[in-house]
């Protein structure tokens, strides 16, 4: 008998556990037994992964594989022509199936070039990281970045289904998964005070992605977007740390090229400092904050440039309305409230702040 579990879920089917067990093949064989496979993977995911999802079934030795650039400096619109391409070469048709196996990047893209060839191809994710499997793939956003700015072109729809195999984690470098820690951290601070005291101490990624555990933060997640598929207002929580965050992450994406992860990580840190300074959350609460990112995230040295340069990217971030900065703010650890108006000095002051954080640390 399997030992998979499904995670209630209207608009996708979400497993979790061995795809050996899984129901993927009987998925498949029920809804696309005459399509054709096409399995998107980047150069990472290629060499670790793609061999033990062909194990799962001989039937994936025939499917065509589509081999992405690594990194988020590749998920732009070149690159997806240059799949769209290759799609049209392989006459590739709307019945067919597409699989993203990879992480965020893989799944933010692959479903991006699905959504959109032939308005619309089917497809299932298959998260390898664990940044995918708590958030990437999980909600039905697609996008690609423009020039510096992060997913600025984008569609909402979901994977028929997402088949998420812990084992997958086992093949990366301990960074990875704790850059995915920063999407757990997020989920616990805006939805769940209890989970957010059972992981802001964990250190290792053992603890880290126990079936639990990770169970716990796909839930949080699941859960908001069953309330808000379209983001039309309770989902925009989900944003907690992004808005600055992506602003770090655009602002050196040609430079440093700072993970995800560790961008949302720096975001919630000055967002949660915001909160406290409009009084939203108190000094202790902050702190704690604070500190739990700071046991696991290096603070970067931000000078007077970088600060400007980041704000102006903010100014254009897609949440933004009317001309405002909008920004989900804590109102107090497990409790967070979306559309707040943030000013382009309080972005400078929060910024400031890891400035200095990253100046008593080194």
Known sequence: ?????????????????????????????????????????????????LEQLINVSSQFEAAEIILLPPGEENKVLEVCFQVWEAFSEYNFSRKDLVINLGGGVVTDMGGFIASLFKRGIDFIHIPTSLLGMVDASIGGKTGIDLGSYKNQLGTFIHPKAIYIDPSFLETLPAKEVIYG???????????????????????????????????????????????????????????????????????????????HGHCVALGMCAEAFLSKEKGL????????????????????????????????????????????????LLQGIGNCIYDQKISNQEIGNALFHLNLLASSIN
Not at 216 to 221: E, F, L, P, R, V
Not at 314 to 323: E, G, L, P, V, Y
């Open 1 to 49: 008998m399997s030992d998979c579990l499904n995670i209630p879920c209207s608009y996708s089917k979400i497993e979790i556990g061995s795809l050996m067990e899984s129901s993927l093949i009987n998925f498949i064989d029920t809804h696309y037994k005459e399509s054709r496979i096409i399995i998107i993977v980047d150069e990472n995911t290629h060499d670790f992964c």
């Open 181 to 259: 820690y920063a999407e757990m951290l997020k989920h616990a601070l805006i939805r769940d005070v209890k989970h957010w005291e059972e992981i802001k101490f964990i250190k290792n990624d053992v603890d880290l992605t126990t079936p639990e555990i990770l169970i716990k933060s796909i839930q949080i997640k699941a859960s908001i977007i069953e309330e808000d598929p379209q983001e039309g207002g309770l989902r925009k929580i989900l944003n907690f740390g992004h808005t600055i965050g992506h602003g770090i992450e655009g602002f050196f994406l040609q430079s440093t090229s700072l993970a």
């Open 281 to 328: 959350l108190s000094q202790s609460e902050y702190m704690d904050i604070e500190n739990c990112i700071r046991r696991s995230f290096h603070f970067i040295s931000l000078d007077a440039t970088e600060i400007e340069g980041i704000i102006e990217l903010i100014q254009q971030d897609k949440k933004n309305s009317a001309n405002a900065i909008n920004c989900s």
